[in-house]
Structures are given as structure tokens and as C-alpha cells.
Nanobody, 115 residues
Framework: QVRLVESGGGLVQPGGSLRLSCAAS????????MGWYRQAPGKQRELVAT???????NYADSLKGRFTISRDNGKNTVYLQMNSLKPDDTAVYYC?????????WGQGTQVTVSS
């Protein structure tokens, strides 16, 4: 059983940066593939980035170079560094944890990019 809590969202100006955090509890964090997804109003939830325990990463093609996923297994925390933010990045960002056939989701944190 894994509980995920996102934080770090908020309002930021275009071109700015934010770092999201996802704190995990309730299971063995280091075993899970961790990820970030986002959902904008009227759109489907989409992949942002994932990272396995051994460091393998996967990014949405459109976000490579601007977003970076990282994890600190000692703190049971996953991060998403977001740079050069655009209004189109406005969405609710969700953390997830995946192991074999089980997937957990956080409640989401709102990111709004606007002047």
C-alpha cells in the first residue's frame, strides 16, 4: 500500500520554473517505478516523465530538455523540475507509483502558468 502526496504547485509566470515534489509512504519506495503525469482542462491525462529505481527515464517527447525527473530514495521523494514554463503547461500534475500490476496515484497539484 502506497500513499502519494504532491506539493510545490502554484502560479508561475511564463519562462519561470517550479519544482514539484511527491512524498511516498506505506510501502517500499525504491522498488517502484515513479512517474509524473498531467491533465489540462478538457484533455486526457498524459505522461510527463517516469524513472525506475536504476535510473532509467522516459519523457514525453515535447517536454525533453525542459522537464527533469529525479528521485531520492532515502527521502522517499520524487521530484519534477520544470523550466521555461509555458501557458500550455498549465495542468493538474499527478504523481504515480507502479510495481508489476499495481499502480497508485496522488491527489494532484495545480500548476498555472500565466502572467
Amino acid at each position: 500500500q502506497v500513499r502519494l502526496v504532491e506539493s510545490g504547485g502554484g502560479l508561475v509566470q511564463p519562462g519561470g520554473s517550479l519544482r514539484l515534489s511527491c512524498a511516498a509512504s506505506g510501502s517500499i519506495f525504491r522498488m517502484y517505478r515513479m512517474g509524473w503525469y498531467r491533465q489540462a482542462p478538457g484533455k486526457q491525462r498524459e505522461l510527463v516523465a517516469t524513472m525506475t529505481d536504476d535510473g532509467s527515464t522516459n519523457y514525453a517527447d515535447s517536454l525533453k530538455g525542459r522537464f527533469t525527473i529525479s528521485r531520492d530514495n532515502g527521502k522517499n521523494t520524487v521530484y519534477l523540475q520544470m523550466n521555461s514554463l509555458k501557458p500550455d503547461d498549465t495542468a493538474v500534475y499527478y504523481c504515480n507509483a507502479h510495481l508489476t500490476a499495481t499502480t497508485y496515484w496522488g491527489q494532484g497539484t495545480q500548476v498555472t502558468v500565466s502572467s
